[in-house]
């Protein structure tokens, strides 16, 4: 697993064909590479926008994911997408996930991608800083916000513009974290110190230029011709696979009752 590239999205994964694959809190968007899925709230939709969704090839396990109901080391991979958010302990949760996995990828709402589009039921703000997680409890760093953009940035601009998505799928630490690990996450809950300055104080230009570092015009042109490239297969391979969708609940429950 080359832990330096980063994925554009959780189907941008690099998993071998034989690994063993769990997804914690897929919500309403499993991952169709997942072998198994564990979810806490099966039949409440508080923590996610829509109804939890399975394929029918895949093992829903119901559980906690800071007590996992799974052997040390019994995953080769294991995908959390906007979930470590929500966490009560994060670092339970992630000690849970080093347990029970060998690697795999986190992705969580950014810095910015909370600041535009705050939710109510996320706990905790992350970056990605020194290839560490670095997560701050949002109560203590931020006073509840009155404005949200969420619509705009979230179910507006993703869909009726390329370019920004292209920008979003390119850009670290923009609207999203992507965090790919190997055997060990690096992390840090609520350090005291210089990572502070990234969550409470005005962004310095030395804070930008280490999130956000200069690259080459020539780099740029080669992630956005990448970025289009995998936008434009992953749109022609879901128009593919459009009869293999994700199942309700409902519907999952039913096809076990047959098996």
């Excluded at 929500?86 to 849970?96: K, M, R, V």
Aim: proline share 5%; net charge positive; with cysteine.
């Amino acid at each position: 697993m080359n832990i330096r590239r980063k994925p554009f999205d959780k189907d941008n994964l690099k998993i071998k064909k034989g690994y063993n694959v769990l997804e914690v809190g897929p919500g309403s968007n499993p991952t169709k590479r997942a072998d198994v899925l564990l979810e806490k709230f099966i039949d409440n939709n508080q923590h996610r926008r829509g109804d939890l969704k399975i394929f029918p090839h895949q093992r829903l396990v119901e559980g906690d994911a800071e007590e996992m109901p799974f052997k040390d080391k019994e995953f080769d991979y294991s995908i959390c997408c906007h979930v470590l958010e929500h966490a009560e302990d994060p670092a339970i949760f992630l000690n849970e996930l080093m347990r029970v996995s060998k690697g795999g990828y986190i992705e969580t709402p950014s810095l910015i991608g909370e600041f535009l589009a705050p939710k109510k039921s996320h706990k905790w703000l992350l970056l990605e800083i020194n290839q560490k997680l670095v997560l701050y409890e949002k109560s203590k760093v931020w006073e509840e916000q009155s404005f949200n953009y969420g619509d705009f940035f979230l179910n507006h601009m993703p869909y009726n513009s390329l370019l920004y998505r292209l920008l979003d799928m390119t850009q670290d630490n923009f609207m999203v974290v992507r965090y790919l690990w190997k055997d060990n996450i690096e992390y840090l809950v609520n350090p005291e110190g210089e990572y502070r300055d990234y969550f409470s104080n005005v962004w310095t230009p030395n804070i930008v230029s280490k999130l956000y570092p200069k690259i080459s015009i020539s780099r740029q042109v080669a992630l956005f011709l990448q970025g289009l490239g995998y936008f434009a297969k992953k749109k022609f391979i879901d128009k593919l696979t459009k009869r293999y969708k994700a199942m309700s609940i409902e519907d999952y429950r039913q096809l076990k009752k047959h098996d």
